[in-house]
C-alpha cells in the first residue's frame, strides 16, 4: 500500500489508499537555485542602513532568507535587521530566530516607512493570476482600489497562473510607494527564483512559478488536494486557491477533496455573511464594495455548478455545508467516502502541493 504524506496545517497526515485505486503520478518540474545564486542575488538589497523586515507569509523558503541575511549582517558586522510579522505568525517566528534579532506585530495602516522591505513568497491567484507582494500591499492598504481590481477580473471564475487586468492594478498601487522587497517562489525541495528591488517589478518573479505546472490527457473524477504548507492553509479562503490551480481538470460531477487545517478560521467576512444570511454570490458580481475572500465566494459558486468541493479541515460542519462544501471528518474519512460513493476501483489524481502547482490541458 503506498503511503503518501499530506500537509495538514503544522502537520502530516498519511494518505493510505490502495496502489489500484491510486491514478498515476503527475511529475512537475522542479528546479531550485544553489547557496551562491540566492546570496548572489540577496547582494541587492543594503543592509548597511536600518532595515524592518515585513514578513508577508511565513514559509521554510521565507527563514531560509531569513538565514541568508543574518549571515552577511554577521560577516560585514551590521545590525540584524527588525522583522516586522502577522500576529498569528509571532510565535512561530520568534521560536525560530535568534533572541537578538527584534520581532514585532505588523501594525502599521499606512506605508510611509521607506525602510520597509517586504519580504513573501509568491503562489498563484485566482483573482490576480499569481499572489505577489504587489498584491498583498494592495488588499493590506488598498481597499478601495481592490474594487477596481475585483471589476477588471477575467471573468466569474478564476485564472491562476495568468497575467490578468487586476495584477496590473496591484502593481500601479504598489508603485506609488516607495518600499522594496525580496520576493521568492519556491517548491518542497527548495528556492525556485529570486528578485530584490521594488514590488511593482519583482513581481515578474511569478512566471518561474510556471516551471511547476503539469499538463493532462484526460480530466480525472476524483481528487484529492494539499496546499503543501501550513501557510497557504491557515484560512478557508486562502486554501481554495489551491482547487482553483486544479477545478479545470476535473470532469463534470467530479469530485475535488481539499485537505486544509484552516486553524484560523474562515478568513473572509464574505463568507460569514452567507453563512448567516446576509449575502448571495450573486449579489457579490456587481458589488459597489469590495470585502476580503468576495472573489473566492464568487468563484467557488459558479466551480460548484460543475463540480462538487469537500473539505477536510477543522472547520464547523454547519458552516462547510452552509457553503455548499461536503464535510469530511479528517483524511481517512476522505478515502473511505471516495470509495463508498464512487465505488472500489475509482482511481484518484493526489495533489501534494497544491498552492504551489498547477495543471493545464495537454
Not at 500576529?87 to 514585532?104: F, G, M, Y
Not at 448571495?280 to 455548478?305: C, F, H, R
Not at 467516502?337 to 472500489?344: D, F
Request: glycine share 6%.
Amino acid at each position: 500500500m503506498p503511503e503518501i504524506w499530506l500537509n495538514y496545517g503544522k502537520n502530516e497526515v498519511v494518505l493510505d489508499i490502495m496502489a489500484e485505486n491510486l491514478d498515476e503520478k503527475i511529475e512537475f518540474e522542479q528546479p531550485v537555485l544553489d547557496d551562491s545564486t540566492i546570496n548572489e542575488n540577496l547582494e541587492g538589497l543594503d543592509l548597511s542602513k536600518p532595515t524592518e523586515i515585513v514578513i508577508q507569509n511565513y514559509t521554510p523558503a521565507v527563514q531560509k532568507i531569513l538565514g541568508k541575511l543574518y549571515e552577511k549582517c554577521d560577516i560585514k558586522s551590521f545590525s540584524k535587521p527588525k522583522l516586522l510579522v502577522d500576529k498569528t505568525n509571532l510565535p512561530q517566528i520568534k521560536a525560530n530566530n535568534p533572541d537578538t534579532v527584534s520581532i514585532n506585530e505588523f501594525e502599521e495602516q499606512e506605508l510611509s516607512n521607506s525602510n520597509l522591505v517586504f519580504l513573501g513568497e509568491v503562489q498563484f491567484d485566482g483573482l490576480f493570476g499569481y499572489e505577489t507582494i504587489s498584491t498583498r500591499i494592495l488588499r493590506k492598504f488598498g481597499a478601495e482600489k481592490m474594487l477596481e481590481a475585483f471589476s477588471h477580473r477575467s471573468g466569474d471564475t478564476p485564472n491562476p497562473g495568468t497575467d490578468t487586468p487586476s495584477m496590473n492594478d496591484a502593481k500601479k498601487f504598489a508603485d506609488t510607494f516607495e518600499v522594496s522587497c525580496i520576493e521568492l517562489t519556491a517548491n518542497k525541495k527548495g528556492i525556485s527564483g529570486l528578485q530584490v528591488g521594488h514590488p511593482s517589478k519583482t513581481s515578474s518573479i511569478s512566471q518561474t512559478l510556471l516551471k511547476s505546472t503539469g499538463t493532462f490527457e484526460e480530466k480525472f473524477r476524483t481528487m484529492i488536494v494539499s496546499t503543501g504548507k501550513d501557510a497557504s492553509n491557515q484560512t478557508l479562503s486562502s486554501s481554495l486557491n489551491s482547487v482553483w490551480n486544479f477545478y479545470t481538470s476535473i470532469k463534470n460531477q467530479g469530485l475535488i477533496i481539499l485537505v486544509a487545517e484552516c486553524m484560523g478560521g474562515l478568513g473572509s467576512e464574505t463568507f460569514q455573511k452567507l453563512i448567516d444570511g446576509r449575502i448571495t454570490p450573486e449579489k457579490i458580481k456587481n458589488a459597489s464594495k469590495y470585502e476580503d475572500g468576495m472573489e473566492n465566494l464568487m468563484y467557488m459558486s459558479e466551480v460548484q455548478k460543475n463540480s462538487q468541493i469537500a473539505l477536510a479541515s477543522i472547520l464547523p460542519e454547519l458552516y462547510v455545508k452552509k457553503l455548499g462544501m461536503i464535510p469530511l471528518d479528517g483524511i481517512k474519512k476522505s478515502m473511505d467516502y471516495i470509495l463508498k460513493n464512487q465505488g472500489p476501483r475509482q482511481k484518484v489524481q493526489v495533489i501534494e502541493d497544491g498552492a504551489r502547482t498547477m495543471l493545464r490541458p495537454n
